[in-house]
């Protein structure tokens, strides 16, 4: 009887931790559902809906443009590159209440994702529409696949503004603004 009180014991507490674990591995991993990548922050090609509970007046569907900022009803400038979602929601309801809201509610959602771009050895290089969890492998599916010259050895990928990443495996993560480049083989 105790060998079996003692065995229920230990799967109620593995199974306990494991629930703990996977419930942190959610919370830390955010929306996207992986640990590896911060916040997204919206850039210039991101379009965006903001949503204005109550107020549909208010609400709009807005592409983030080179400057950065837009004109919002009541408030002026939003600021929109370089803020994650939830700052920009923030900002709105904090600037709208009081003189012009009591308690406004403020949803900020995106629409369409800016590009990244492929080259090389693929079907059809180009630039495509960004992905939550995208890896190279799949901006390679995206393109097409590789064509019969393609190098699966030889990936590159430049971050906007940063130096080129040579030899990346197929599983490295894309992000906005990349440029993936897949070499040809000499044979």
Known sequence: MRVFVFSILSVCLLVSSLGAGCAERAENSGQTGRTDILPYRLAAGDQIRIMVYNEPGMSMTLMVSQGGSVSFPFIGKVRLAGRTLTQIEENIEQRLKGDYLRDPMVSVTIEHY??????????????????????????????????????????????????????????????????????????
């Open 114 to 187: 800016r590009q990244f771009y492929i080259t090389g050895e693929v079907e059809s290089p180009n630039g495509y529409e960004y992905q939550p969890d995208l890896t190279i492998e799949q901006a390679i599916a995206l393109a097409g696949g590789l064509t019969d010259r393609a190098d699966e050895d030889d990936i590159q990928i430049r971050h906007p503004g940063r130096q080129l990443l040579k030899d990346i495996p197929a599983t490295y993560p894309v992000y906005p603004g990349d440029t993936i480049i897949i070499g040809k083989s000499f044979f």
